[in-house]
């Protein structure tokens, strides 16, 4: 298979329509319908079902779709950090969601600087759930990521805290009087319901709360009794007069971590690691 006949299987099975994926190619829809059927002799199956009623994903279509953008993400990878090496500068890009982990964070960037030779850290402050995407398409090289609430399927990594759970509330609402919380108590409170955050896919469970994109839109949420969160107690570290942080009893412990590739082999990522370790 080649990956330009990947980027365009990849596109058409976004868009379900041929016309639509032809266009954000900037190709004709001709040379893009005889790719993929090029794909589909090449492998053997079909990938798509096209009848009247439009264009679906087969099971088959369904299961390269998933591998394709793992291999795409992987060339890019593989590009970027080819460049970065070619640069001859000893830096490293760490991603970490914004607000979060900045007393851990500080700790580590200062007890690396303090090392010989150390690499200059790059701090790239993302969304929720993107750190595992920008280490797996190269954009990082490491990344600041929570267990259980993110995937580590293929990376490496280093615990750095573990802590409790807690439910961040709106500070006049009845249930910030408690001294401890269960999932119970929060999760089906008529006028205050449970924040979403996405999935391991980037998706979003289904529910009443809001979809969260970003800390200071949890933050104001909660603050105008919107909704209300669960998330690591360092959480406590951002919030407002108008939050209170109740422990959850019953909740897994969160473990913050240090990631990087599995197949990594880049001394300037194992120097850090080695601080990460020693903190």
Known sequence: METRELRYFVTVAEELHFS?????????????SRAIQQLERRIGVALFERNRRGVALTDAGQVLLAEARVILDAVAAAARRTLRAASCTNRLTLATKAGANHDLLRKLLDAHAAEPGAAEIEVLLCGMGEQAPML??????????????????????????????????????????????TMADISDVADLPLARWPCLDGAYPPGPGPEIHDQSQLAQLIALGRTVAVTSASARSWLWSAHVAVPLTGAPPVTTVLAWPAHSRSPAIARLVRTAAQL
């Open 136 to 181: 797996r398409d190269g954009r990082a090289d490491v990344a600041l990521m929570q267990r259980p609430f993110h995937s580590m399927a293929g990376f490496d990594t280093e615990d750095l805290r573990t802590e409790e759970q807690v439910a961040i509330l709106p500070a006049g609402h009845p249930l910030a009087a408690r001294t401890s919380l």
């Open 20 to 32: 639509r994926a032809a266009e954000r190619l900037g190709i004709a829809q001709p040379p893009l």
